[in-house]
């Protein structure tokens, strides 16, 4: 798996590198409480003007590396560089960075105005200045008229702004953001993801974002650091992490995937499921034992006797834009997202094209995921129960 590793992560980091400043730079983090390892020698660069968001499980460490960030924790091992300069017993107030914690900690006896004003207060700022400053703030997190409000009176989204705009205020290096969005409803979450990258954009803050929901972390991100028992599994942008899974972990935390054990015979080609199919693969030994993603999305239903593989449909499941359907193909029960109509019961044939089949080196996440014999919606919302970590 560590060949894998490093041959995945340092193009991205490189890529990243070339374009943007490098502001933040942790340098092998290791962090354990009572004896437990929460950060196992984590290293990673921060750009400028990046929305990274660091993912994964309860548990993977994702809090405790931005609290460290922010200088509200100190590592065991390693350093903490700010524009170069070692961090590691900076207190959080002489930090050029701010925090938006999952609790937005408002002041309830303060209004609108006084809460996104009181670091410029703590300032000592003139006054007319204050208002100034205030005033634009109000206006990029589009709270417009509602400086007089008290906090109290105000949504769960409508105090995350006043949240958001006391934190940018100051106008800080970087903005630390730990599960913000986790108290709000499904509309006014997807409504306020947007919203965050928008402000992240016109602000050119650096955005470092906390969650364990992939979707969010795949709308909103530049950069993805997915985490897990401590360690960084993979850094890509979006579009490299689900299409290019670097192990099974990965593969089956960012969405949906079948993972199945196969083998390589050949450069381009792999065999599972008892047939071998033509892939985009390369570069590994022949007949070396691998795991195979397939996205439920990129399967095709075809009539059974025109099918690569078939099986009996055990499951439906309408999602609305389309439906969601478990199969059993020899044994190993396959999700399909499709919009044509199946009933269970009913015998299929799938076809694969190459780009659809993506091949990972075995890791020791391999035959920990990918079939969905006790798959439900609900088992896996209460999968990840939240929480810090």
Excluded at 104 to 128: C, D, I, Q, S
Excluded at 129 to 152: D, H, N, P, W, Y
Excluded at 160 to 170: D, E, F, K, T
Excluded at 284 to 295: I, K, N, W, Y
Aim: with cysteine; proline share 5%; net charge negative.
């Amino acid at each position: 798996m560590l060949l894998a590793y490093c041959f995945f992560i340092l193009p991205a980091q490189a890529e990243r590198g070339a374009i943007m400043e490098k502001i933040i730079e942790l340098k092998n983090i290791s962090k354990s409480f009572d004896g437990e390892t929460v950060l196992d020698h984590i290293s990673l660069d921060i750009y400028d003007n990046e929305f990274i968001t660091l993912l994964g499980p309860s548990g993977c460490g994702k809090t405790t590396l931005l609290r460290m960030i922010g200088g509200f924790a100190n590592p065991d091992e390693g350093d903490i560089l700010f524009m170069g300069e070692r961090l590691n017993d900076t207190p959080p107030h002489k930090r050029n960075v701010n925090t938006v914690f999952q609790k937005y900690a408002l002041f309830p006896h303060l209004n609108v105005f006084e809460n996104v004003a009181f670091p410029l207060r703590e300032r000592g700022v003139k006054k007319a200045e204050i208002k100034e400053q205030v005033m634009k703030m109000l206006s990029l997190v589009m709270l417009e008229g509602f400086a007089e409000r008290s906090v109290t009176s105000l949504s769960g989204g409508q105090q995350q702004r006043v949240a958001i705009a006391r934190a940018l205020i100051n106008h800080p290096k970087v903005l630390l953001l730990d599960e913000p969005l986790g108290a709000l409803d499904l509309k006014l979450r997807k409504d306020m993801q947007q919203e965050l990258k928008k402000i992240q954009k016109s602000t050119g803050i650096t955005f470092v974002f906390v969650t364990h929901d992939q979707e969010e972390a795949l709308s909103m991100s530049d950069t993805i650091v997915v985490l897990s028992e401590g360690r960084i599994q993979q850094i890509g942008t979006p579009t490299d992490i689900y299409n290019e899974p670097v192990n099974a972990f990965v593969a089956d935390f960012i969405g949906e995937s079948n993972i199945l054990d196969g083998v390589m015979p050949e450069n381009f080609k792999a065999r599972f499921s008892g047939h071998t199919f033509s892939c985009l693969d390369k570069d590994f030994a022949p007949g070396e034992p691998v795991d195979v993603v397939v996205r439920p999305e990129d399967v095709d239903i075809v009539p059974k006797d025109e099918g690569m593989l078939s099986g009996v449909v055990t499951q439906v499941t309408f999602m609305g834009v389309h439906n969601e359907i478990i199969v059993d193909i020899g044994g190993f029960k396959w999700m399909i997202q499709t919009t044509e109509s199946v009933n269970v019961g009913e015998h299929i044939g799938i076809s694969l094209d190459p780009d659809a089949i993506h091949i990972m080196k075995k890791s020791k996440y391999s035959g920990v995921f990918g079939d969905y014999s006790s798959y439900s919606n609900e088992l896996d919302e209460l999968s990840d129960p939240g929480g810090e970590e």
